[in-house]
């Protein structure tokens, strides 16, 4: 399977028929979000967090809001086939965030899960 297979993955199966795409915003150009609303789909809520920083790990705040959401799952892909759709596990919405520290040239997926 090809490298970039993972990644890939993790984007394209984000987004369903029926969801609504979410506002989401990041503060730091060294990482890119994407997110989609479940929107009555029967789909799960999803945000996908994409890390381009090169040399070191780059904690990140994702605001969460328009979801009734708490705990969300976690699965991640690393640049070098380390983890490759790996579950890494819950996160927590705590005062409408989730504190996430991103390693590295990876893709990291959180899927609702109440």
Same mark, same amino acid.
Request: contains cysteine; charged residues 20%; proline residues 4%.
């Given at each position: 399977? &090809?490298?970039?297979?993972?990644?890939?993955?993790? &984007? !394209?199966?984000?987004?369903?028929?029926?969801?609504?795409?979410?506002?989401?915003?990041?503060?730091? /150009?060294?990482?890119? #979000?994407?997110?989609?609303?479940?929107?009555?789909?029967?789909? /799960?809520?999803? #945000?996908?967090?994409?890390?381009?920083?090169?040399?070191? @790990? &780059?904690?990140?705040?994702?605001?969460?809001?328009?979801?009734? @959401?708490?705990?969300?799952?976690?699965?991640? !892909?690393?640049?070098?086939?380390?983890? &490759?759709?790996?579950? #890494?596990?819950?996160?927590?919405?705590?005062?409408?965030?989730?504190?996430?520290?991103?390693?590295?040239? !990876?893709?990291?997926?959180?899927? @609702?899960?109440?």
């Amino acid at each position: 399977m &090809l490298k970039g297979y993972y990644f890939y993955k993790q &984007l !394209t199966r984000a987004g369903h028929r029926g969801m609504a795409v979410a506002y989401a915003y990041l503060a730091n /150009p060294q990482a890119h #979000i994407i997110a989609f609303a479940e929107n009555d789909s029967g789909h /799960p809520d999803i #945000i996908v967090l994409t890390s381009n920083v090169f040399i070191w @790990s &780059l904690p990140v705040e994702i605001k969460i809001k328009g979801t009734n @959401s708490t705990k969300f799952k976690a699965f991640r !892909t690393c640049e070098d086939g380390f983890e &490759l759709f790996k579950e #890494i596990g819950l996160f927590e919405v705590k005062n409408g965030s989730i504190i996430y520290d991103s390693p590295r040239e !990876t893709t990291t997926t959180f899927i @609702s899960v109440d």
